[in-house]
Nanobody, 130 residues
Framework: VQLVESGGELVQAGGSLRLSCLASGVGFDDYAIGWFRQAPGKKREGVACIDSTGASPPFIADAVGGRFTVSSDAAENTVYLQMTNLKPEDTAVYYC???????????????????????WGQGTQVTVSS
C-alpha cells in the first residue's frame, strides 16, 4: 500500500484547490480514507473521512464544513479533497491515511478521529496567503 498526496500549492485567500490522494494497493471495496492537516506548531487535525460502505455521507469536520468536500474515484484509486474559499488558517501540510479493514459505516461513527489508520502519505503543502 502506498498513498501519495498531490495538489498542494500557494493560493490566495478565497481561492480553491483540489488535493488528490492516490491510494495504490488499496482495495476500493473496503477502505476508509481520512484527510488530516498539520500546521506549524499545532497538533494534527482530522479534516474529512470517506469510506467504501457509502451508508452515510462523507464526514467533514466543522472547521471546514461548507468549504471542503471529499469524494472518491474507484477507477482511479484516488480520493479527492476539494477545498474552496480558502483562508490563511487553512495553511498546513495535508495528509491522507487509510484504514484497510474498517468497520461498517466507519466515517459516520468515528470521523477521521480513530487511531486505526494503517498507512499514511507523505503530505502536500497548502499555503494560503492573505
Amino acid at each position: 500500500v502506498q498513498l501519495v498526496e498531490s495538489g498542494g500549492e500557494l493560493v490566495q485567500a478565497g481561492g480553491s484547490l483540489r488535493l488528490s490522494c492516490l491510494a495504490s494497493g488499496v482495495g476500493f471495496d473496503d477502505y476508509a480514507i481520512g484527510w488530516f492537516r498539520q500546521a506549524p506548531g499545532k497538533k494534527r487535525e482530522g479534516v474529512a473521512c470517506i469510506d467504501s460502505t457509502g451508508a452515510s455521507p462523507p464526514f467533514i469536520a466543522d472547521a471546514v464544513g461548507g468549504r471542503f468536500t471529499v469524494s472518491s474515484d474507484a477507477a482511479e484509486n484516488t480520493v479527492y479533497l476539494q477545498m474552496t474559499n480558502l483562508k490563511p488558517e487553512d495553511t498546513a501540510v495535508y495528509y491522507c491515511a487509510v484504514d484497510t479493514a474498517p468497520t461498517y459505516d466507519y466515517c459516520a461513527e468515528y470521523g477521521p478521529y480513530k487511531s486505526s489508520y494503517d498507512y499514511w502519505g507523505q503530505g502536500t503543502q497548502v499555503t494560503v496567503s492573505s
